[in-house]
């Protein structure tokens, strides 16, 4: 049974570059969440999609920030134009969604702008 | 808005000696509380989860959280710590949104031992 799989593990872009970090779930999951870990910080909530929808993206910046989880394929977050303050730990995490259920996480993918 | 605050961001123990990890969380309903093991460089752990029903909640590894409600608390234990346990740990609380999970985490405790 695979777990929530994340790639890149690192991923490395000047500033001004396109970052794309890409999330496959749990089979079986189609509720993925995405968290930001700042250097010292924990880990805050991005945005949750379920297949082909937003449904809550109250935690990604206004600009250059965007995510999709299409029917097929894994759930893509798309950073355009990185700055250093980009630079961060991003997780994914999936569930099944219904009632009482846990989220399990990704190893995160670590993102520097230099 | 949920929050969660974990007052110790560092703690040191000696290994063998026991272990609580403080967790205080603010939330309009009842709460869906977590702790979660972060290793270095690595991803999060679920230890243990409180959804309802017994508030004194087994996880692995031999930890356990109690959840009290009039303290607004869930906090971590585990009665004899082992080296391994060296990592940070996370407090979350979450929210059902559309069915969903959503997670708000304390800042962390980050957990040494002494050999």
């Known amino acids: 049974n695979a777990g929530v799989m994340q790639n890149p593990r690192h991923l490395v872009r000047r500033r001004g570059q396109e970052a794309r970090l890409r999330c496959s779930p749990v089979k079986g999951h189609s509720h993925v969440y995405w968290y930001r870990q700042l250097p010292e910080e924990g880990l805050k909530f991005m945005v949750y999609l379920q297949k082909e929808n937003i449904i809550d993206e109250s935690g990604m910046p206004k600009e250059r920030f965007s995510a999709e989880f299409p029917k097929e394929g894994p759930s893509i977050l798309r950073i355009q134009q990185v700055v250093r303050g980009d630079s961060a730990a991003y997780f994914c995490a999936s569930s099944r969604g219904q009632g009482n259920t846990e989220a399990f996480f990704g190893q995160g993918t670590r993102l520097t702008v230099v | 808005a949920q929050s969660v605050t974990q007052p110790d961001i560092h703690i040191t123990v000696s290994e063998g000696a026991s272990l609580e990890l403080r967790c205080n969380y603010s939330y309009g309903a009842t709460p869906y509380l977590f702790w979660y093991v972060q290793s270095p460089g690595q991803g999060l752990q679920l230890l243990l989860k409180y959804f309802s029903g017994d508030t004194l909640v087994q996880g692995i590894k031999g930890f356990e959280a109690e959840f009290k409600r009039s303290q607004s608390s869930f906090n971590l234990r585990k009665p004899s710590v082992h080296w391994s346990d060296a990592a940070e740990y996370f407090c979350?609380?979450?929210?059902?949104?559309?069915?969903?999970?959503?997670?708000?985490f304390g800042t962390g405790t980050q957990l040494k031992v002494e050999l």
């Open positions: 979350a609380v979450g929210a059902i949104t559309g069915g969903g999970n959503k997670l708000t």
